[in-house]
C-alpha cells in the first residue's frame, strides 16, 4: 500500500507536523466542550422531491461566529450525523476556525434531536428520513443561510467560500454533497467518510481483530465460545452478570457484546480493554467475568451505552429520544445496512451474528419490505468509486468502519491513513483516544493539518481565492 497513491500518515510524520500545529492557539474556552449550544430555528421542506407536498418542519441549527473574518472570511459547514446534535463541539474544527477567521454552522440532521418533523416516529413517518432528503436539507440550509449573512451585511448575491465537514455518516454527507451540489461548496472533508454501502460488512469483526493484535483477539474469541454455551445453558444469569437482563433477544445481547469491543476499537481505546484481558487470561481468571467487569464499567457507564439500545423491543418504541437509535436503525434497515456480521472463518463475535440476525431485526422493528438496498445506495452515489472532487477523505488506522471508506486517493480526491495504535473514528478532528472526551487530544491537532497542507497542491478552489486559504495550513 505505501506504494499507492493513498498517503500512509505515520505517528512519525504526524510528529514534524506537530510543532507547527502547537502554534495554533486554542480555540474555545479551555475546557468547554462546545463552542455554542444557542439554538437556531429554520422552515425546512419535508419531501425535497414530490411536487405536491409542500409541508415543513422546524430545524434546529447553530451558529458560531466569533472567529469569522467578516465580511468574506469562509463558512464551515459542519455536518451533524445520526443523533441529536445540541451544540457545536469545541474539538480540532474550532482550531482550524480559528485559524481560518471561519464561522462555523451545523444543522441537526432532519428526524435526529429536536428535528423531528413528526412526534410519532412510526415505520409510515419515517418514510422522509433518508440520506438524499438530508443533502437537500443542506443544500436548502447553505443558501438559506448564505442569505442571512448577507443580510446581516447588507448585500445581495454574495457568496462565501464554504467547506463542508463531516465524520463516519456525516463524513459520507460531506463526500455526497460536494458530489452532488459541487456548485455550493469549494472542497469537503470525509472524515472515517463511510461512503460504500455494504450489505455483509465482514470487515467490520476482522479489523477487530486486526486492531485488537493477535493475543488479545484471542482471548476475545474464546470469550465469545464461553458466552455462547453458557447462553445455551442459562441465558439469564449470562445476561445478568453483562448487566443486560433485559435483552430477552440473545442475538441483540450478543451483538451488544460485540458492539463493546468494536466501539472500544472504534474511539481508539485498546488499553481500556485489551491489558487486562491478556492478565486475566494469564492468571487464568474467569474470562466471562472479566469481560462483564470491562462492560459494565467502560461501555455501560463511562461510555454511557445503555444496554437497551440494543433491544428490539425498545427499538420499536416511536416516541422520540435523544439517543436516536431507532432512526439510525432505520437508515441501516433502509438505505446503508453496513451489517456488521461474523466472517465465516476467525470472527471476534459470535457466529450468531449473522446477516439473518439483522435482516429479522429489520423486519421486527420496522415490519415487513424494510429492507436495505445497498445496491441503489451505491448506484445513486458511486461508493468507492464517488465521482467527485476537491474531496480530502480520512481514516484511522484501527478503526473498523475504514473498508467502508474510500478505498485509495484519485487525482482530485485524496486519501489519508492516520496510523497509530488508538487512530479510531474520527480521529483527525477528534484524538486518540478520543475517549473521554478532550478537546485537544494530542493526536487530532496534528493529523488534519497534514491532508489539509497537501490538498492545495493538488487544487484550489478556482474563482474562490478565499477557499484557498481554507485549504493552506
Ligand atoms: C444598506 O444598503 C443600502 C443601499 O446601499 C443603504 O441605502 C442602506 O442605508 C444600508 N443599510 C444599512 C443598515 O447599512
Ligand atoms: C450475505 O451473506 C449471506 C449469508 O452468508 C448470503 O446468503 C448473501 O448472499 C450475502 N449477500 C451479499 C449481497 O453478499
Ligand atoms: C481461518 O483462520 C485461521 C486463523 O486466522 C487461518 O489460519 C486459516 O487459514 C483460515 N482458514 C480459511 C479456510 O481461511
Ligand atoms: C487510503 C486511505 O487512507 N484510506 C484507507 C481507508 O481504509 C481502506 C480500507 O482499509 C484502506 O485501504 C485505505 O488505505
Known amino acids: 500500500m505505501m506504494g499507492s497513491r493513498a498517503r500512509i500518515v505515520s505517528l512519525l510524520l504526524a510528529f514534524l507536523f506537530a510543532r507547527a500545529a502547537e502554534r495554533i492557539a486554542a480555540a474555545a474556552p479551555a475546557g468547554s466542550r462546545h463552542l455554542t449550544k444557542d439554538e437556531r430555528w429554520m422552515n425546512q421542506r419535508l419531501d425535497h422531491f414530490s411536487p405536491t407536498d409542500h409541508r415543513q418542519f422546524k430545524q ?81 440550509f447553505r443558501q438559506y443561510y448564505q442569505e442571512s ?50 450489505y455483509n460488512y465482514t470487515d467490520f469483526d476482522k479489523q477487530v481483530g486486526e486492531s485488537a493484535g ?11 465460545k464461553l458466552v455462547d454455551e453458557q447462553l445455551r445453558l442459562d441465558s439469564h444469569s449470562v445476561k445478568a452478570l453483562f448487566g443486560a437482563q433485559t435483552l430477552k433477544n440473545d442475538g441483540d445481547f450478543l451483538f451488544f457484546l460485540a458492539d463493546a469491543a468494536a466501539i472500544t476499537f472504534q474511539y481508539g481505546n485498546p488499553d481500556a480493554l485489551c491489558p487486562q484481558l ?22 455501560i457507564k463511562k461510555m454511557e451505552t ?49 446477516t439473518k440476525y439483522h435482516l429479522d431485526l429489520c423486519r421486527n422493528v420496522f415490519g415487513e419490505g424494510v429492507y436495505p438496498d445497498v445496491f441503489m445506495t451505491n448506484l445513486y452515489y458511486g461508493g468507492t468509486g464517488i465521482a467527485a ?30 496510523k497509530c495504535r488508538n487512530c479510531g473514528h474520527g480521529t483527525d478532528l477528534r484524538g486518540c483516544p478520543q475517549w473521554p472526551f478532550r478537546t485537544e487530544g494530542p493526536g487530532n491537532r496534528r493529523l488534519v493539518v497534514v491532508p489539509l497542507g497537501k490538498i492545495v497542491k493538488r487544487f484550489g478552489c478556482p474563482g474562490v481565492s478565499l477557499c484557498r486559504e481554507i485549504l493552506r495550513t
Open 278 to 299: 491478556i492478565k486475566a487470561k494469564k492468571n487464568r481468571k474467569n474470562l466471562v467475568e472479566a469481560y462483564a467487569q470491562f462492560v459494565k464499567d467502560f461501555y
Open 214 to 224: 493477535p493475543e488479545c483477539k484471542a482471548v476475545l474469541q474464546e470469550i465469545t
Open 306 to 354: 445503555p444496554p437497551s439500545s440494543y433491544d428490539r423491543e425498545y427499538l420499536k418504541q416511536t416516541t422520540p429520544d435523544d439517543s436516536g437509535s431507532r432512526l439510525w436503525w432505520f437508515q441501516v434497515c433502509s438505505e446503508v445496512a453496513y451489517f456488521q456480521v461474523a466472517p465465516k472463518n476467525d470472527s471476534v463475535r459470535s457466529a450468531r451474528i449473522n
Open 389 to 418: 472532487s476537491k474531496i480530502v477523505f480520512t481514516n484511522g488506522s484501527q478503526d473498523p468502519w475504514r473498508h467502508a471508506s474510500k478505498q485509495k486517493s484519485s487525482k482530485d480526491m485524496p486519501s489519508y491513513l492516520m
Open 149 to 198: 449573512l448577507n443580510a446581516r451585511y447588507n448585500r445581495s448575491g454574495f457568496d462565501n467560500p464554504w467547506f463542508v465537514i463531516g465524520i463516519s455518516y456525516s463524513g459520507a454527507l460531506s463526500a455526497w454533497f460536494r458530489l452532488k451540489f459541487p456548485h455550493l461548496t469549494c472542497g469537503s472533508l470525509a472524515s472515517s467518510g463511510v461512503v460504500l454501502a455494504v
Open 60 to 140: 434546529r441549527y447553530f451558529e458560531f461566529l466569533d472567529y469569522h473574518r467578516a465580511p468574506g472570511g469562509p463558512v464551515f459547514l459542519r455536518i451533524c450525523g445520526e443523533s441529536a446534535c445540541d451544540g457545536i463541539p469545541n474539538d480540532y474544527l474550532a482550531v482550524l476556525a480559528k485559524k481560518f477567521g471561519a464561522a462555523v454552522v451545523t444543522p441537526e440532521h432532519r428526524y435526529y434531536g429536536k428535528s423531528s418533523p413528526f412526534k410519532q416516529l412510526t415505520t409510515e413517518n419515517l418514510r422522509f428520513l433518508s440520506s438524499k432528503q438530508a443533502l437537500f436539507d443542506l443544500a436548502v
